[in-house]
């Protein structure tokens, strides 16, 4: 991409063989053309396509226009507000019991451990219950269904998707599948039953939520929203978890202010899940790291909408069916918009509006990421305790570079860091 950008300036198209042409953008004027143009004319559902066979006909990813519009709406309560909130405690109480295993003194690599806390935390908020067979096996399942689909890019490519035989990984990739759907089904239909009134999991939310018409949701949409939560909500979380990890550890002068600023905020207030979400909102300093991570380790580095009919975008006119990519990556490197732009300074965000055009790690406009407020409040809670309750360190022997998993950039190796015994000892008053 940043080849692309010196050698041909601020717009570019790509093209793959069996795809529409790609066309890159990263100037600011023509980001806010996309997200605020007209949404018959750019779709993100059919720029999604790709992700059909994961995720379902029914998934808010893929739909467009009015249906679109009313998956959001059913959609948005848990993600936003008093709901998001309260999935604070069961946030913190699995970050801790995850942390109570890390080891010390030994080099191992914390994505896997970001991996099992974000899992962890969506199925836990998607289906209210901590334990229980179904979650185990969901949890072997989608990990092992996850890890397949994203061993090749090429599977993403539809006619690829074919059944060769006996040990093709199309054909367990589509055992996988009908095993999670027999689970989510029998567990969609078991909510019917039970007392939505009593719940607050995102699952029973779906099943008791009815549209302006009355109408509730079917089953095969409650399937694929399911889907698209724990996906979309899984892996993404967790390598930016990641990146934030290692800018910390690679930043000193960094770990240390966000260090004392929970320290000041959470670790000598009240360690009750009832103020937490105040205790939360007062970090800002880690809110800017995060933030700023997000702008120089994007862990989706575009986003898409199809272009249904012709478009002037910038300077460019651009034919119906090709595909519109608003560059996350190349935007937030642009050196007239982030002075420096490979330094890592969080200050850029402290205490400033920030413009959704020249910084969108969620992507924008009406198809902004839905779980973008609930990443957020996870990320937080996962980092401020890691802070309070761990010392880490670098690997010394370790060299980052970005390598793809599943559709997401993350750093190599899983990222390995070392956690330094006298961590418990040093941080006990506020363990
Ligand atoms: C740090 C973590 C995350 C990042 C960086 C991220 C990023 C994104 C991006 C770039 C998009 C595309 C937006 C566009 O096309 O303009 C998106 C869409 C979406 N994300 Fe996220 N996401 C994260 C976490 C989550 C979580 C936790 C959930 C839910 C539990 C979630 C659910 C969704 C959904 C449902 C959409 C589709 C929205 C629509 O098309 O209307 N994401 N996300």
Known sequence: MQGCAEAYGDAFTIRLIGAPPLVFFSQPAAIKEIFTGDHETLRAGRGNEILRPVFGPNSVLLLDGARHRRERKLLMPPFHG??????????????????????????????????????????????????????????????????????????????????????????????????????????IARRKTADLEERTDIMAMLVAARDEDGQPMTDDEIRDEMITMLVAGHETTATSLSWAVHRLLQNPDVLATAQAEVASVIGNGSQGSEHMAEQIAELSYLDAVIKETARLDPILPIVTRYLETPMRIGDCDLPAGCVVSPCIYLTHRRSDVWPEPEAFKPERFVDRRVDPYTFFPFGGGLRHCLGAAFATYEMKIVLARMLLRVVLRPDPSYTVRVVRRSITFAPSGGLPVIRTASDLQEHAGVV
């Open 82 to 187: 008093e709901r998001m909130r309260l999935y604070g405690g069961i946030m913190r109480e699995i970050v801790d019991r995850s942390i109570d295993d890390w080891p010390v003194e030994h080099v191992f690599p914390i994505h896997k451990h970001m991996q099992q806390i974000t899992l962890d935390i969506i199925l836990r908020t998607v289906f209210g219950v901590d334990e229980g067979e179904m979650l185990s096996r969901l949890r072997v399942l989608l990990v092992e269904f996850l890890r397949l689909v994203g061993s090749s890019p090429l599977l993403l490519i539809r006619r690829l998707q074919v059944n060769l035989g006996p040990f093709t990984a199309w054909k367990r990739i589509g055992e996988l599948g009908r095993e999670i759907n027999r689970l989510l089904y029998d567990e």
